[in-house]
């Protein structure tokens, strides 16, 4: 009965930074009276749960939803199955030498080069999430 979304922004008003370190996150989870699939188009919000991730709480959860990735398709069986393997190097490509997002090596130097108040005890979570 609930689903999750999340909504980048930054302080700016614009979605998307190319900065890590001005790239926020909204996470929603919405639960709603009836269960999914459902024959109505509409339900009921029953319960709303915001909560806003700052820069280095987005960095954090980025790196671990892709270590999770790579712990799934690790749990599978690899058999002749190609579109694993392409899965796995797509994975360890975008956390090493990304196109896009920042990997891991610009986390840790934006973050972790100084200490500063402004992360506060997310400083810690990092240097463990990086281990």
Known sequence: NTFSYEIPFTKTGKSHS???????????????????PSIF????VTNQI?????PIEVAIDDINERINDMNKLLDIKISNDLSILREMKRI?????????????????KVFLSHISEEFGPHHDD??????
């Not at 890590?20 to 009836?34: G, N, P």
């Open 126 to 131: 990092l240097k463990n999430t990086l281990h």
């Open 92 to 108: 360890v490509q975008g956390s090493i030498l990304p196109q896009v997002n920042a990997g891991t090596a610009e986390v840790a």
């Open 18 to 36: 190319s900065r890590i370190d001005e790239q926020y996150k909204r996470k929603i989870t919405l639960s709603v009276a009836y269960g999914f």
């Open 50 to 54: 915001i909560k806003t991730l700052s």
């Open 41 to 44: 188009n509409r339900q009921l």
